[in-house]
């Protein structure tokens, strides 16, 4: 059984897209209706733009959407019988399935990332990966730090992202060290993401989500925040809502997916992050 799955945030880089854009007509077409869909010229930026112009939320999410959307459309799908994406990515996924459309999607990704860059401007907040450590005991130093800092993202066993107020997520990473962490990086963002400080953002997407018309999935989608099969529209809408402060469960996701029947995982978009990790999650499913 095959699954799709898609990356998010991360996975940006210089010339992103640009031989998928000169290899069909209709891909070439897809990608420069973003330009007129956004009203100002992504490609340029995605193509011969700086990392720094990359690594702009408004700039990176619509970006990594364009490009999953147009490799879906060079990339063998047939087959295909769940979908998965990683934070950002489970709009890419969502336009796999057909719940959304291209056009939906791109507009509520750079809603998204407009939102999420303003609710990161309001406050000071961070993140930091929290390597070779238990998921319980992350979660229990978290809980018991004054202030917010929450699990934000399950990658793999032993890699855990934590997400919060900057103050209360360095002590957390000092704590964590001393609890056997082998590693507590603050990651270069400057934001909380998948965290309670980005519920301004979450009031602000979740006007636009129910604005936006959501079809039944084609095929199941396994959403962040439930890890479970889901093909209704209304909740598929409700659980993109609770994304944003939720935490990416991509572990448990991908669990669930191998016990459903997934033995074949093809990752769509910018770069190989999600094989990585879902190796490191199961070494005997087939991942490319």
Not at 138 to 165: K, M
Not at 251 to 259: D, H, R
Request: one cysteine or more; glycine letters at 8%; aromatic letters at 4%.
């Amino acid at each position: 059984m095959k699954a799709l799955v898609f990356p998010g945030q991360g996975s940006q880089f210089v010339g992103m897209g640009k031989e998928l854009y000169d290899s069909r007509k209709d891909i070439k077409d897809l990608m420069e209706s973003a330009n007129d869909i956004l009203g100002f010229d992504i490609l340029s930026v995605m193509f011969s733009g700086t990392e720094e112009d990359l690594k702009k939320t408004e700039i990176t999410q619509p970006s990594i959407f364009i490009h999953s959307l147009a490799e879906l459309k060079a990339t063998n799908t047939i087959g295909a019988e769940m979908v998965a994406g990683h934070s950002l990515g489970e709009f890419s996924a969502l336009v796999a399935n057909g719940v959304l459309s291209f056009e939906d999607g791109l507009k509520l990704v750079s809603e998204r990332a407009k939102a999420m860059q303003e609710a990161c401007n309001s406050n000071p907040s961070s993140m930091a990966a929290i390597l070779g450590l238990e998921d319980h005991k992350v979660e229990e130093i978290c809980e018991s730090v004054d202030g917010i800092v929450v699990p934000a993202n399950y990658n793999c066993p032993g890699q855990l992202v934590i997400s919060g107020e900057t103050s209360a997520v360095e002590k957390a990473c000092q704590l964590l060290k001393e609890a056997g962490a082998k590693r507590a990086l603050i990651l270069p963002v400057n934001g909380a993401f998948h965290s309670p400080l980005m519920q301004p953002a979450q009031d602000r997407l979740s006007n636009a989500i129910e604005e936006t018309k959501f079809r039944k999935a084609m095929i199941p989608v396994y959403q962040n925040i439930t890890t479970t099969a889901v093909t209704d529209p209304e909740e598929i809408k409700q659980n993109l809502m609770a994304q944003l402060t939720g935490p990416v469960k991509w572990t448990q996701s991908v669990q669930n997916m191998i016990k459903n029947g997934a033995t074949q995982f093809v990752e769509v978009g910018p770069g190989k992050t999600l094989q990585g990790l879902i190796r490191k999650i199961n070494a005997e499913v087939a991942v490319s």
